[in-house]
């Protein structure tokens, strides 16, 4: 036991102190936070940019003041003008583009045009065909002769937005997003596939600069090979739960100071907003309509959004992601050792490789599924099968998994890496003394069966 | 008494045999060459007193008991395919590789300080292994073979990578590990220290052992009938119908003639013939070198 701690040491401090581990640790976070800062401010920028577009229409004052203005975008409705001539000269005069509405837009939809030199921004595209598609609904309507049309439509005027309420067997009630699950499912799943594969693959490289050093053989006439297996694989999983524990550390920091310097300052409220809408456009608009009145709705769903993501089940969730990352990270890690025990150099790894990452790379493709579809059947068998279920299960665990599920799931997890671990030590006490050999499968089995 | 023995040590990879039975004892403070041309099995037995494999059949005996787990501790092994961590720095290496053979962190740094000023490498203590000359990485290695002073080291190939003067470093070390008290098993192909430094050998080849025992009993057995002369100046012997002059060689004042007698000679008859021929300094039956024994032996079974 104490020779296993010696190795882990080392294992453990020399990847620490390593410059690129300290750089990823460090950078990761930051990365990441400017994935999700970058289309925000981008966002924000162009929401806050100014733009003037021309109105022509090839019958004057057939739609005219239908698209309205808002604080950013403005609507110059030209008479008079040719479009020919307006095109060259439209960015002089100080337009963005023109939008060109031919009086055939009620019979053919797409009979109108948005002329600009850059790409126009969605939300822009929206307001415009939103706007005239009510206006068209509207003089439809009108042809019928109705009464009073424009009090109906009002009244008419409907917003639909679904609350998602989870209800528990003990019948507590829970209100939970399907954003924040996707998200989290999303997230989960596919920190696992990175985590698993990442610190697999550098127990392989670890194996195999041990074998090209041939510091290996010095070793296991000290040690047992199981047990430098073994203090490889455990050192590398502490690496990869330090860097893990950092990164959500420094995440939830950065978060924290963002949400206080959000809150905080009015004119950045926006920021908040424009996330929140991204995510849950549904949410945002329920809330704007419940909450109309107050001075800030922004504020209120933001913390609303907070709320929901608390009444995830966190406490399962992570217990379950532990689990599956060390359980999951054993088995292919044993996988990835046996693997580097058998050949001589890295570039020998491919033929190995293929078989090992299929399934791993098959869970996440089902993990991504899952978000459109937590209880389809291909989800439920890759989250009992011990090769995808570490991915798929922390994928599915967000939309409530029942208990016996996840209780087979974990047993046949045990079962299995131990099983590898038994196989992969067999293979790697042969394969480190090996050289000079091409190895195949099938030389592997035979390795499985030698004796001690 | 022997401080190690193997017992019919029997060890398959599948249909091949790597080892066929192979016995060998060790006697205490005595230093032991084990030789075999390559793929005779001398790595695969090393890896089985090593523990790094297991017989499939036979028994290994330390100071007389079963050889057991712990006892990996009590043993040194200088592989013949030997590497450090190129990262990693010198020192810390060094402590890595005492720690795992069991000595506690205070103790292998001041044995590590010893040695470090005794092979004169100390001011590489900080240094990357792959800053390193292969010589200065031999010396590392050597002395992370013997820190933890077993009582039973096994080198293999320790000179390669030496030049000269090193070697004769090493050589020295090794004599003096003997001379503390330790046993050493030696795998060479340089029957030249073989000569000069074994007690003992055991020659292996195709998984069996082919000859054992005491060298210089081995160089007369194999003597085989002939003799060196030496004499003072240049002087020529003529063979006879009693024995033909193998070889010549003559240096400053002195000629030594090698010659080899037809059966069992009478060594006084061919004396009393060269006696006659000038000045006789020396009389002696030659002994073959290790070399020759080696390549007739394993040359004899193919």
Known sequence: MNKISIIIKREYMTRVRKKSFIIMTILAPVLMAAIIIVPTLVMMNQDQDFKKIAVIQDTPGLFKGVVPNTKNLEFDYLENVKLEDLQKTFQQAGYYGILFISSELVNTPNAIRLISKQQPPIALLQHIESSLEKEIEKQ???????????????????????????????????????????????????????????????????????????????????????????????????????????????????????????????????????????????????????????????????????????????????????????????????????????????TETQQFMLPVTIPIILALMVAMGTMQNPESSLSFWCSLIPLTSPVVMVARLPFGVPYWQIAVSMFLMIVTFIAFVWMAAKVYRTGILMYGKKTSWKEMWKWLRYSG | MALFEAKDITKQFGTQFALDKVSISVPEQCIFGLLGPNGAGKTTLIRIINQITGPDSGELFLNGNKLKAEDVLSIGYLPEERGLYKKMKVGEQALYFAQLKGLSKAEAMKRLKYWFKKLDIVDWWGKKVEELSKGMQQKVQFITTILHEPKLIIFDEPFTGFDPVNTNVIKNEILFLRERGATIIFSTHNMESVEELCDNITLIDKAKTILEGNVNDIRRQWAANEYDIVFEGDVTLEGNGHYNILNKQTEENKSTIRLKTAGEADTNEILRTAVKSGKVLSFNPALPSMNEIFIRVVESRN
């Open chain 1, 140 to 346: 439809k309507l009108m042809t019928y002769n109705i009464q009073n049309l424009d009090e109906i439509m009002k009244n008419v005027e409907t917003k639909v937005s679904i609350q998602t309420i989870k209800i528990d067997d003990s019948g507590k009630v829970k209100e939970t997003s399907t954003g924040i699950a996707m998200a989290l499912a999303y997230l989960s799943g596919f920190l696992m596939y990175m985590l698993v594969f990442i610190f697999g693959a550098q127990v392989m490289r670890g194996v195999i600069e041990e074998k090209t050093s041939r510091v290996v053989e010095v070793i296991v006439s000290s040690v047992k090979p199981i047990q430098l297996m073994m203090g490889k694989i455990i050192g590398i999983a502490l690496v990869g739960l330090t860097q893990f524990l950092i990164w959500v550390f420094l995440t939830v920091g950065i978060v924290g100071v963002l949400k206080a310097t959000i809150l905080k300052k009015d004119n950045l409220t926006e920021v908040t907003q424009n996330v929140t809408k991204s995510v849950m456009t549904n949410d945002q608009q329920a809330a704007m309509g419940t909450q109309a009145s107050q001075i800030n709705p922004q504020m209120a769903e933001f913390s609303r959004i907070f709320d929901n993501a608390m009444n995830q089940p966190w406490g399962l969730i992570i217990i379950c992601f532990i689990f599956y990352f060390i359980t999951g990270y054993l088995l292919y890690a044993s996988i990835f050792a046996a693997i580097g025990s058998a050949v001589d150099n890295e």
